[in-house]
């Protein structure tokens, strides 16, 4: 099979024909030199037929179960040797493509029984579909693409109310047994450096982090994961003892995303080398401007090449990412010091339309996530944590129509204690209202 080496397609044309990321192609480009685009004038890139059937071939060597760093190795070694990797006949490659198709449908097969016995309660199911995903496949395939993705499907449908909070829960602590064998299964440290993994105060979604503890043990990394909901001073204790070449921090949500931001900037100001990442950065990408550290990536796989990439790169010295200092924020002063009187008021505002335990939830998570929103100075990041809130509170018989008659009463409260200071946040709040 001929494959043109002429530079013609662009980069959107690639992505689409391959599926790759635009970030992922980006950084095995600069990484690995591989594949080398031609450039326009305008500096946009161009890439022939050859480059599309070496990134699908870069992409094939992965869901075999190597990672890229070593796909990228083997494709040296090959063309270095005279071979041509791409090289084969018409057939074959359609018999290929075959197979790739074939174990595509096997783990979506997977994934959907192992779904289902989870959503039944039926741990001896789901642990034997496990078994036989680890039979097939390597642990890092069956981690992505079963475990890693059937907890993200089963949380968007908790969002969709298809879901309960203890399907969602059975299943994470299925996975989570399963990972905390894995590690403990996995080989000694063969490099010096530590990496030290943490979610900062609050941020209890920890699987993310525990599998990307995973990864890095099995690439041979001293990796030390302290969990969920670490204190700053906890953080600061352990990195002054193991000395990490690297402190991973992810949040996943809006409330953590503003402690991220601090302990980031405490841990640089420190001397160590911050790197995060997490659902919140990937939804809101403006917030990695305000985070002293490197962004790791939106796919937890690009995540490890980025670790490794990074220590090499800059022998764990500290961040270069410019710390900056706090700025003042009277709106949040203001908020912070009239809370509990504005929740003190909506009690007697609502009339009884919400029980005094219903509205204690309500006040904690509303509050929680409108102080994280002006911590980071945009209340318009407020709209991402009202979805999870309203379905929060939903598990505690508010409806929606019980979170408009909130709102509004919390509106009339700041309105009345805050005064002018409170205009921004209203106007949010009668907007998000009008839209709900």
Known sequence: MSLSKVPTYNLKVVLKETGIAADTLRAWERRYGIP???????????????????????????????S????????NELTASGADPLAESHAAGIA?????????????????????ACLAYNEAEAEQILNQAFALYSVEIVVTDVIQRTLHEIGEMWYRGEATVQQEHFTSALARRRLDALIAAAPLPTRKETILLNCPPGEWHSLPLLYLSLLLRRRGWNAVYLGANVPSDWLEETARSVKPALVILASQQLVTAAATRDISRLLSKQGYRVAYGGRIFNQIPELRESIAGEFLGEEIDLAVEQIEHLIAAQGGQA?????????????????????KPIESMLTPRLGGSISKEDLAVANLHF???????????????LE??????????????????GLRVYLKGYAAALQETMGDAATDIVGWIDGYISRI
Do not use: C, F
Request: glycine share 4%.
């Open 319 to 339: 961040s270069r990412t410019r710390v900056q200092a706090p700025t003042p924020n009277p709106i949040l002063d203001a908020y912070l010091m009239n809370r």
């Open 384 to 401: 991402l944590d009202m979805d999870w809130i309203k379905n929060l509170l939903a598990l505690h018989n508010i409806p929606p129509e």
């Open 96 to 116: 290929s493509t075959r197979v790739a198709s074939a174990a595509s449908a096997a783990l979506d097969a997977l994934r959907k029984d192992w779904l289902e």
């Open 36 to 66: 080398m685009p031609e450039r326009t004038p305008g500096g946009h890139r161009l890439y022939s037929q050859r480059d599309i059937h070496l990134i699908k071939w870069l992409i094939a060597r992965q869901a075999e179960g190597l």
């Open 68 to 75: 890229i760093s070593r796909a990228a190795e083997l494709w």
């Open 367 to 381: 509050g929680d996530a409108l102080v994280a929103a002006l911590e980071l100075e945009h209340i318009s990041y």
